[in-house]
């Protein structure tokens, strides 16, 4: 299984961003689809995740600005990411829950993409 997260870059502060993440290989179901960051200095923490019986949770602060959906038949999911400020400059990374018959449920992590927001 590999994920693939694109769609960061560079934006001005009070600007959107999305983000997607796309799933590949072998799966039978996504159980949770996530988006985590890391700000320099800082620990990784979670943005949003969203379980495929569509319950979400927010991390601390992220409820207001940032939006999660997924497109089940393509295992891929998207963060919508709105009003930006500088302190939301920070790797972001997409996670999922996966199962497959072979290995049960396993947590996998895209490569990370950069999101830099300017003041």
């Known amino acids: 299984v590999q994920l693939q997260a694109s769609g960061g870059g560079l934006v001005q502060a009070g600007g959107s961003l999305r983000l997607s993440c796309a799933a590949s290989g072998n799966i039978v179901v996504i159980n949770i689809m996530s988006w985590y960051r890391q700000r320099p200095g800082r620990q990784r923490e979670l943005v949003v995740s969203?379980?495929?019986?569509?319950?979400?949770r927010y991390g601390d602060s992220m409820r207001s600005r940032f939006t999660i959906s997924r497109d089940i038949s393509s295992n891929t999911w998207d963060l919508q990411m709105n009003d930006l400020e500088s302190e939301d400059t920070a790797a972001y990374y997409c996670?999922?829950?996966?199962?497959?018959?072979?290995?049960?449920?396993?947590?996998?992590w895209g490569q990370g993409t950069q999101v830099t927001v300017s003041s």
């Open positions: 969203l379980t495929k019986e569509g319950r979400i």
């Open positions: 996670n999922a829950n996966i199962y497959n018959y072979g290995t049960g449920s396993v947590d996998y």
